[in-house]
């Protein structure tokens, strides 16, 4: 996700461009995101670039009631601005705000990468569900419910089976 912006940077400011994503890459360690795609525009300002727009892009999480992973899809919201860590004209080494600012190198590459990668992990959901109603797994027996019902949860889904099991309740006590 790499574009030479040498010439966006040349121009004067409020000069931009569109670039249209569809891009595969290899799979981010904490989302498993491996494509995005949408259109961001890129703006020249006295800092930097700007570049804004939405990206649809693929995560993998882990359900929390079946413990499963499924991927589902996370809309990037992007809105930063890259600074360049040389001056397009003389080459002239230039300050960054912070070490965490994203930036444009030396060869006036602007990498997505890295910015991709912090908007995955605060788009995932903080209570991921495979499904809105995913009935998880048998607090018993363990049996994914997904897949196979188990004795114990037809127990106590079971009304008729109420004056049974508080019997058995009180025979343990
Ligand atoms: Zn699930
Ligand atoms: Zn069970």
Not at 59 to 85: G, N, Q
Not at 106 to 122: C, G, I
Not at 148 to 153: A, G, K, M
Request: charged share 25%.
């Amino acid at each position: 996700m790499q574009f030479n912006v040498a010439q966006l940077l040349k121009e004067s400011l409020g000069a931009q461009r569109e670039h249209h994503l569809n891009e595969d890459f290899d799979s981010l360690e904490e989302t498993g995101t491996n494509r995005v795609s949408g259109d961001l525009r890129f703006l020249r300002t006295d800092e930097g670039i700007w570049v804004y727009g939405v990206l649809d892009s693929n995560a993998t999480s882990v359900c929390v009631r079946c413990l499963e992973p499924y991927e589902h899809v996370i809309r990037l919201k992007v809105d930063d601005v890259w600074y360049p860590l040389a001056d397009i004209n003389t080459g002239a080494k230039l300050k960054v705000p912070d070490e965490d600012a994203f930036i444009i190198n030396a060869h006036h590459e602007l990498d997505l990468t890295e910015a991709v990668r912090q908007y995955a992990v605060t788009s995932v959901p903080m209570k991921p569900l495979c499904k809105p109603d995913c009935p998880g797994i048998c607090p018993s027996c363990g049996t994914s419910l997904k897949y196979e019902q188990c004795t114990c949860s037809r127990l106590q889904s079971d009304p008729r089976w109420g004056p049974l099991l508080d019997l058995l309740v009180k025979q343990q006590r």
